[in-house]
């Protein structure tokens, strides 16, 4: 539908028209970007009891855009949000009361935010609640649980909790020491980018720490982390590479290059996203 179309819509009162018209100016898709044109819409639409709309707006609050700064507004409307059932709002609301940003810190309030986030899926959430367990935040701490809930947010690709269970596994946090998990969830986060996790697989690669001992591979991921900027990765590297041929070395830096390479291929252009960052 052409954004005339949604604009006619909006202003007759149309709440999903005003959520799509705010969502339309704020990525200048088919209009000019205008936040301030954003917000106003999605406050319409808020003022409806549209929960997205509450959501967007509390965003457009939080990061300044359209509207001035103001974390107490930011609060408030993911509170709105929130207490409509609003997964992400919930997190996001959990967090705001974790630091103490636009309402009182309060970690009880915070966990309890974040699980009901947790409890429908969001794997941010499910990931904080993990966090909030394993270092007893607003609950008892509990290994065991904080890594159930960090499994189910390593499950859903979210490449921190990924790297934490593959940190688990290694180390027998929450679950049962195991190298083949540890190697499988840490290259999963490393696939994703992840320095630190770049840098422990590459040091379980070159001490063979319950896999097979592989330099090549080991310095391939470290020579990927160290441009990351892992500090350790650099020393790691250099002292793997002296105990290795120079051709070992070299197809080190090749693999390194592959991996870079194959993430930097133009992909697809992806839909517009219908939810604020």
């Known amino acids: 539908m052409h954004s005339s179309r949604w604009r006619s819509l909006a202003e007759d009162g149309h709440v999903a028209a005003q959520v799509m018209l705010g969502l339309l100016l704020y990525a200048g898709d088919g209009v000019p970007q205008d936040f301030a044109e954003a917000a106003r819409w999605f406050r319409a639409a808020a003022l409806q009891e549209d929960a997205r709309a509450r959501f967007n707006l509390a965003a457009m609050y939080e990061h300044g855009l359209g509207v001035a700064e103001n974390m107490s507004l930011a609060a408030e409307w993911y509170r709105r949000a929130a207490e409509q059932g609003h997964a992400a709002a919930q997190a996001r609301l959990g967090y705001f009361h974790s630091k103490g940003l636009g309402v009182d810190r309060d970690e009880e309030i915070a966990t309890d935010w974040y699980r009901r986030a947790a409890q429908q899926n969001h794997a941010a959430a499910q990931y904080d609640l993990g966090v909030q367990y394993a270092n007893g935040r607003g609950v008892e701490r509990d290994q065991v649980t904080a890594a159930s809930w960090f499994l189910l947010a390593a499950n859903s690709g979210l490449a921190r909790a990924q790297l934490v ?84 070395n070299s197809q080190a830096r090749s693999r390194s290059g592959q991996w870079v390479a194959e993430r930097q291929r133009p992909s697809q252009p992806e839909p517009m996203r219908r939810a604020l960052p």
């Open 165 to 248: 269970m593959g940190l688990n596994y290694a180390n027998g946090s929450g679950v049962a020491r195991d190298a083949t998990q540890a190697v499988a969830w840490l290259r999963r986060a490393a696939d994703q980018g992840v320095g630190r996790a770049q840098y422990n697989l590459g040091v379980i690669y070159g001490r063979g720490a319950g896999v097979p001992v592989a330099m090549v591979e080991a310095v391939k991921w470290l020579n990927l982390a160290a441009a990351r900027g892992e500090i350790r990765a650099d020393d790691a590297r250099k002292y793997f590479s002296r105990q290795m041929s120079p051709e070992e």
